[in-house]
């Protein structure tokens, strides 16, 4: 018969050398798996002299539940062991410095209005806003563009109703008309923004940038205007020498008007700004035309002013030298990794703008 007392000295000596997992499930299997001592004294309780088999069974109930009991706090103390090593090893130290980071980038049209608002800011604009969706006084008949003028249809319009009260703003020039109804003179605004014209090619999206410009005052002449857009350009473009010419044309807001070009040269099929034998228009300008005062209660025998108009976007290509207007809006993560600026490259006058 099985000599119960060696069993569990037996046991109670095997259990002091339990140090891992394994350890512990060799004595699981070797006195409690199905063949394991234990389960089998159980089996053979039968054959054991009735007198003696009750006191036998209880002892072995004993040992058996002892042994259970310390197989249980064996396994807590394992577990939770192991919890604490896995931490240790998985421990982040973050105070170090993180070594790669997918950082965004500042697309170029962003950029480049913030390098327009910084240069204009240099000379006393500020800055003004108006919604994409304007009325048709706005975008036209206040700005001396009266129905069944030409210039409203070559502008393309998207109406946003049948009777073409409203519609996606076809300039940014809306905004001198809701800055005078606001504000009185003297003045001296820029208003960059989204605006819309049904056209799509290599050099048209239907959704592009301007950037409008607004200076009203007694004394505002075309000398001041001609000065403003030359101290611009030059920055813009950071170059002193830059050869630039204004031409005669025509807006129904502006009277006289001109066009401003700008003298570029092809070089391996690039553009170079700032010289060369070919003229590249870059904007639109003129003095405000009188109606367009009288239609926000403004008086032009006291009141006079420039306003002009630019293709931000164009300017963006021209400086950057990107090629293809519609990559702009495409929202190719490549296309804004290579043309697009670190968010830490904030334009300035001081610091420079592209430098
Ligand atoms: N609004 C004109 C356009 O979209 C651009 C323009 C021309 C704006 C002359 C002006 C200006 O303020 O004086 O084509």
Redo the contacts with the bound molecule.
Sequence with gaps: MLDLKRLSREINSKIQEINDRESLEVIKTNYLGKKGIITEAFKILGQIDPEKRKSFAAELNLIKSDLLNDINNFQSKINFKEIETKLKLETVDITLPVNEIRRGKIHPVSQVIDELTSIFSEIGFSVAEGPDIENEFNNFTALNTPEHHPARDMHDTFYLDDDKKFLLRT?T?PVQIRTMLKNKPPIKIIAPGRTYRCDSDMTHTPMFH?L?GLHIGEEVNMGHLKGCLEFFLKKFFEDDNLEMRFRPSH?P??EP?AEVDISYKLENNKIVVGKGDKWLEVL???MVHPNVLRNVKINPKKFQGY???LGIDRLAMLKYGITDLRSFFNGDLRWSEHYGFDANDVPTNYRGLSK
């Design positions: 300039h020039s301007q409008e807006f807001f502006t008007s639109g300008c003129g306003a002009f108009g």
